[in-house]
């Protein structure tokens, strides 16, 4: 692969993803799955 | 890290009518990027245009019949059960399995079909990969054969994406208003978008990590997005076409759009996980139609969604050694694999249908050749045979195709759908043939299917025989396929005017051919079917009709070569030159290899005077289809000695003897060709005669005939050894002469009245009377001969009137002396004259 790519930081990715993040492939992908488990995680806490 | 590497990429339906005006709004910046700093152009598909038959295509370079990729699904290996095809269809070897025996390491994903996948030396996310249902509390896991090799499920079972993983910012930007849609209703756009656009980000997925995680060497990548939402919503495209519903075109309308947007935004991602020196090509296997021709309601026939398939394609090539920014002509799917083993430096099977695209290379080399990669043992990372125990089934690809329409829903009688299945494989197999000119082995296919029992509509097969018959010329079986057809009652409303024209075209019963087209383009008109009417009025004469049917085709659909090379022909029998210039060069542009453009240009650039030009256009007439254009030679010739006149200031071209020419004597029947056949007998010519027909009192001297003459219609073969030969050839039958070789025609004329009193003591026939039917049409012959003449390069002639060759002979000699190029022995020719012949004179030409 190119050496010379960045790559982007997903932290601050909505858990609504966007067709940007979908167009970026397996990174942003496996970044948003993370950050929806880790969002439902919190709802569930702030539920209980 | 490997060098010289190539990434296919497999758009399905990708068509330039969409990308072009979405490149020129700066919305498909990745693709943009490719045609700036590489090649570019259409794809031609092939018949039937079904995909599974086309990737495979792609794969092997080899057409259907040889690979074994017949349709969309077929009768597993039990024979009990129907299912999609998988890579055990696929009959021959593939690049990757050529790219494997060679130590290559190749990545393989989501292409059509690969499950199960082949242990080939790299990594392998078969079609199955992506098919995850559409139920969250039923999530399916990786099936056995669905990825190799296995360590890889554990790597990328987590990439696949769930259709209710969906949220509104990725359908917002396809669906603005899908706020309005009611999600309850079975039949929302929802749905199949989810499907869809979920299994293609899988698949992009499993790439972009394989793109970054493997070493490779060739990669593919297919995705189905394009076509599978043009199936959907291309009917909502823009403009709105009457009947479709103005609230779902509102709600669908850029849909399609966004579906080239978003695969440009995948296409872009990838292009930055590569290195310089790979080669990436992205292409599509046929087209998808966006206009007027677009089907709203489609027929209930085998595979009918593909009836929207488009014949072009599009291809787009980059890489170190790709020219750049440059229009490439000719391709074809079968072209890719032999390319890309080039590109590998590996030797391309000369049982592989496609050729090489040196075009596309800055630096090229020799492709080099083997006989058969079939034929080479060792191990090419295939399959081990499918056995009964194995037989593979696939229902989720299956709801898909059937969702899509590719497959109809299997009867509950099962063994109806499989006894449908295998007339629709075997239908397909004579279709193949059938695109490939192999006319006879696709009309024996198609009478088998005539002949099994329990077919309930022969209608396909008919109209497939039809066109098989037209193909071969036999204009006789295709009319009586055509009533055969007329007999059968069908639920499927089929148009067949272009059939049934073409067949009373090949007639020649051109008035009814042109009746059926006028009635055609009053029921639906269209671009095609005026451009018919126009190439059925150039045949009749009447270039200014044709110029008009042209322009209607043209105002219709612009982007189409063949309707400009006709209007080119309307304007140069016009004698507007220039015009028919400039629509032979439109139509290059439109399709470079195009002979029939390329001969009109050079016959306008050569009426304008820009002869150097016109021997180019001549050449590349010649050069494109040798077997057809025998005419460009003559036609090389005469330009070749038009320029040296400029040299030289005098006329070469008539008078001079030409190699291997054949003298023709012609004229209406009666009108002194056996006189001049006789003369030139005494002149000292070789005669092509035989003595069949016997003198007699019309013709005291001899008929100086040769009897194949009578059938030049339907054997012209025998020209080869007239060469150096003067053969007599009346006028009718003189628009039979091969264009391939060169004629010098003497052409005997004779007042009508005369000619026509001559034919009626002939045949015992009251001489005093003049039929005016007969007379018209002798007029009518006269003037084609001019235009007949004009048409042919290989054609010089010389008018010789009996009357006055008789009288002034000796000037009539030299014309023809002067024609021949030939010294010839005028005294001996005089003897032949016996002015006691000219009995059948009219008083007009005695007075």
New interface residues.
């Given amino acids: 692969?190119?050496k010379k790519?960045k790559e982007i930081d997903f932290s601050n990715m909505?858990v609504?993803?966007?067709?940007?993040h979908?167009?970026?492939?397996?990174?942003a992908?496996?970044a948003w799955?993370k950050i929806k488990i880790v969002k439902n995680l919190t709802k569930q806490n702030a539920k209980k | 890290m490997q060098k010289n590497k190539v990434l296919l990429i497999g758009w399905d339906a990708a068509d330039w009518k969409i990308i072009w005006p979405l490149i020129v709004k700066g919305q498909m910046p990745s693709l943009q990027k490719m045609i700036k700093n590489g090649v570019y152009g259409n794809m031609s598909t092939m018949n039937p245009p079904f995909s599974p038959m086309l990737w495979s295509t792609v794969a092997t370079g080899k057409t259907p019949d040889k690979h074994g990729v017949m349709g969309f699904i077929e009768v597993d290996a039990s024979g009990q059960k129907l299912r999609p095809v998988t890579t055990h269809s696929r009959k021959t070897k593939a690049i990757w399995n050529i790219l494997h025996n060679k130590g290559y390491k190749s990545n393989l994903v989501g292409w059509w079909p690969s499950f199960p996948a082949e242990p080939i030396n790299g990594v392998v996310v078969s079609d199955k990969f992506q098919r995850v249902g559409t139920d969250p509390k039923k999530v399916k896991p990786i099936q056995p054969g669905t990825i190799h090799p296995e360590d890889f499920v554990e790597k990328l079972k987590d990439l696949r994406m769930f259709p209710w993983e969906i949220t509104k910012e990725h359908f917002l930007p396809f669906i603005p208003q899908a706020g309005k849609i009611d999600q309850k209703s079975k039949n929302n756009g929802l749905v199949p978008f989810s499907n869809i656009l979920t299994q293609n980000v899988s698949l992009h997925n499993a790439a972009t990590n394989l793109l970054r995680e493997t070493q490779w060497d060739f990669m593919a990548v297919y995705y189905d997005m394009i076509d599978h939402f043009c199936h959907g919503f291309m009917k909502f495209h823009p403009p709105k076409l009457k009947g479709v519903n103005q609230e779902k075109y509102e709600m669908y309308n850029d849909m399609i759009n966004s579906a080239y947007r978003f695969q440009d935004m995948m296409l872009g991602r990838k292009l930055e996980l590569i290195d310089d020196d790979t080669t990436v090509i992205v292409m599509s296997d046929h087209g998808f139609e966006s206009g007027n021709r677009r089907i709203l309601k489609m027929p209930k026939v085998a595979a009918a969604p593909a009836l929207d398939h488009r014949q072009f394609g599009m291809f787009v090539a980059m890489g170190p050694n790709i020219k750049k920014n440059e229009k490439i002509f000719g391709l074809g799917l079968i072209d890719v694999a032999p390319t890309i083993l080039h590109h590998f430096n590996l030797p391309i099977g000369r049982d592989m249908d496609g050729k090489v695209i040196l075009d596309i290379f800055e630096k090229t080399s020799k492709p080099k050749y083997i006989d058969s990669w079939e034929n080479v043992e060792g191990d090419f990372g295939q399959l081990e045979k499918e056995t009964l125990n194995q037989a593979l089934s696939d229902d989720e690809t299956m709801e898909q195709l059937v969702e899509l329409g590719y497959v109809e829903k299997p009867d509950d009688d099962i063994s109806k759908s499989i006894f449908k299945t295998k007339l629709d494989l075997k239908h397909n197999k004579a279709r193949v043939y059938l695109g490939k000119k192999d006319y006879h082995t696709a009309k024996g296919i198609l009478i088998e299917l005539m002949e099994t029992d329990g077919v309930e509509d022969f209608t396909p097969y008919l109209i497939d025989l039809m066109t098989v018959c037209i193909g071969l010329k036999d204009y006789d079986d295709a009319l009586k396929y055509l009533n055969e057809f007329k007999q059968c009652k069908t639920d499927i409303r089929y148009n067949i005017y272009f059939v049934e024209s073409e067949i009373y075209k090949g007639k020649k019963q051109f008035k009814l051919s042109l009746d059926v087209l006028q009635r055609a383009s009053k029921i639906k008109p269209n671009a095609e079917t005026y451009f018919r009417i126009g190439e059925l009025y150039l045949i009749l004469l009447d270039p200014e009709k044709a110029r008009d049917y042209f322009e209607q085709a043209i105002n219709i659909e612009p982007d189409k070569a063949k309707f400009h090379r006709g209007m080119a022909e309307a304007c140069y029998e016009l004698g507007g030159f220039e015009d028919a210039a400039e629509h032979s060069l439109i139509s290059i542009e439109l399709v470079k290899y195009f002979p029939a453009a390329h001969y009109m240009l050079g016959k306008s650039l050569e009426k304008l005077g820009d002869l150097e030009n016109a021997k180019i256009a001549y050449q590349t007439a010649k050069k494109l289809r040798p077997k057809e254009f025998h005419r460009a030679d003559r036609a090389i010739e005469n330009v070749e000695e038009k320029l040296l006149d400029i040299v030289s200031l005098r006329d070469k071209s008539k008078g001079k003897y030409k190699k291997n020419q054949i003298t023709v004597v012609s004229g209406l029947p009666r009108s002194g060709t056996s006189l001049m056949m006789q003369m030139l007998d005494r002149a000292g010519l070789n005669m092509l005669v035989d003595d069949k027909r016997k003198a007699d009192n019309s013709n005291p001297k001899g008929y100086y005939e040769y009897e194949p003459v009578m059938s030049i219609h339907k054997d012209n073969s025998w020209l080869g050894g007239a060469q150096n030969k003067t053969v007599k050839i009346v006028a009718p039958l003189l628009g039979n002469l091969d264009p391939k070789y060169r004629y010098k025609v003497i052409f005997m004329k004779r007042n009508l009245h005369e000619v026509i009193r001559s034919q009626r003591v002939m045949t015992g026939k009251n001489p005093e009377v003049l039929p005016v039917k007969l007379y018209n049409a002798y007029v009518k012959q006269l003037e084609n001969i001019k235009i007949w003449q004009e048409k042919e390069p290989g054609v010089e002639i010389v008018y010789i009137d009996y009357l006055t060759l008789l009288k002034d002979t000796d000037h009539q000699l030299e014309k023809i002396k002067s024609l021949i190029g030939l010294d010839l022995d005028f005294d001996e020719m005089k003897k032949a004259i016996d002015p006691k012949l000219y009995r059948n004179r009219t008083k007009a030409t005695d007075s």
Avoid: I
């Avoid at chain 1, 979908?22 to 990174?27: F, N, R, S, V």
């Fill in positions: 692969m190119n790519l909505p609504s993803s966007s067709l940007g979908l167009a970026y492939g397996d990174l992908f496996v799955r």
